[in-house]
């Protein structure tokens, strides 16, 4: 049962319907609760939720006694099965919100769920079913890394045959017998990733895993996202490389001082930004742009080029100008990219002061909360 199903059944008098991450149980009511004629709102947590969290704020203090907000009041919610992008500009909080999901760091407020339990204080009752890589971690470059992996799997009580899956997965087989200080700095963040993916995590978050990599190796950590979405573990990956995360999520968040600017599905994220925008190549463009312009569409004009906006139909430009004898070199779809977006929306300074997201004006109850009300015996 997902957020936004409808579910209609018959529940006994002074029974309610209790929904909880995607099940529901019909329970005797406590007692002190108002009568069965009354209408009662349960809320619905975000069931399929794999990440929860709601009103995060962190303060640091600086060795000077001032104080720096690093999260104000944040909201992110991943769903099971994503390749959820977290996408900042430095400084934006993203690596103290992966902190404080994994009690590496402590929040001064707000609420977080991993896997349905609360974080961090019941964080030891899924950490079986998490790997994380958020600090880099630091390998003994004598050991190889068939070694070092196997040394954690013996900690962790993973049996040894699950290191050369990982091995293969992250497409370090071959390479498992030379010492890690041999290893490319891609190998070695592969090889943070097998360490991450010993206990079959159901969900992985990497912070900037592209960090440092060269082209090659981006293009292999991406690989190996894909690979892991293939089976079915649901990914957070944090990044500031737009143009990966455009390739690899489905979902994304963008933050930007310490509040939530934007989240969605990526394709969602992008159709929303799309303004229907053409850049046009014709001799005389200053004289096309004034046609174009009297015609009402919005027009910018640029040193060898225009850019026409609201188009629904391309052929009518070429139709227009051609009429007049000004032949087209060039109709080509503007469509937006993250990066546009991520610099139109990170400029946008959030509200400050309150709990408010700055998405939720734009999409306003996409979180969420569904309210399950009871009426006299029958859940609607
Ligand atoms: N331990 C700390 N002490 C003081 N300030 C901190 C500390 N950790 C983070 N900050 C500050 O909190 C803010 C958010 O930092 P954070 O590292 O979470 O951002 P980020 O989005 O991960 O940035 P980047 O992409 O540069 O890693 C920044 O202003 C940072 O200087």
């Known amino acids: 049962m997902r957020a936004g199903a409808s579910y209609t059944d018959s529940v006994e008098v002074n029974h309610q319907i209790v929904v909880r991450r995607g099940h529901w149980t019909i329970q ?22 794999v990440i929860e969290i709601d009103g995060l704020r962190k303060t640091f203090r600086t060795l000077r006694g001032g104080a720096r907000v690093a999260l104000d009041g944040f909201d992110m919610t991943v769903e099971a099965g994503q390749v959820h992008g977290f996408l900042g500009p430095n400084g934006s909080g993203k690596t103290t919100t992966l902190r404080a999901l994994l009690g590496l760091v402590h929040a001064d407020a707000g609420r977080m769920a991993v896997l349905g339990r609360q974080a961090p204080a019941e964080l030891p009752a899924v950490a079986g079913r998490v790997g994380a890589i958020v600090e880099s971690p630091q390998f003994f470059g004598n050991f190889t890394g068939r070694r070092t992996l196997r040394l954690l799997a013996t900690a962790g009580g993973v049996p040894h045959e699950r290191v050369e899956e990982v091995l293969d997965q992250v497409g370090l087989r071959d390479r498992g017998d030379e010492r890690v200080k041999g290893y490319s700095l891609g190998m070695k963040q592969r090889l943070a990733v097998a360490s991450a993916l010993l206990k079959q995590p159901e969900l992985l978050i990497l912070d900037e895993p592209a960090n440092g990599l060269d082209p090659a190796g981006i293009r292999e950590m991406r690989d190996l996202m894909r690979d892991l979405a293939a089976a079915n573990v649901t990914v957070l990956v944090s990044s500031h490389i737009l143009a990966e995360i455009q390739l690899i999520c489905d979902h994304v968040t963008i933050i930007s001082r310490g509040r939530r600017v934007l989240s969605g599905p990526v394709s969602e994220v992008l159709s929303g930004f799309d303004k229907g925008e053409y850049r ?9 742009a004034e046609v174009i312009r009297g015609a009402g569409l919005p027009v910018t004009v640029h040193d060898d080029h225009f850019v026409v906006g609201d188009l629904a139909d391309p052929a009518w430009v070429s139709e227009t100008l051609g009429g007049q004898g000004m032949w087209i070199r060039e109709l080509t779809p503007l469509t937006p990219d993250l990066e546009s977006v991520f610099l139109q929306l990170t ?13 939720d ?10 309210s399950v009300t009871v009426v006299e015996g029958e859940a609607k």
Request: hydrophobic share 35%.
């Open 28 to 49: 005797p009511r406590p007692t002190g609760l108002p009568p069965t004629d009354v209408m009662l709102t349960v809320r619905f947590l975000a069931m399929s939720a």
């Open 347 to 359: 400029g946008t300074e959030p509200e400050p002061g309150t709990h408010k997201q700055v998405d």
């Open 361 to 370: 004006a734009v999409r306003p109850g996409a979180e969420h909360d569904l």
């Open 280 to 288: 046009v190549r014709v001799a005389e463009h200053e004289r096309a």
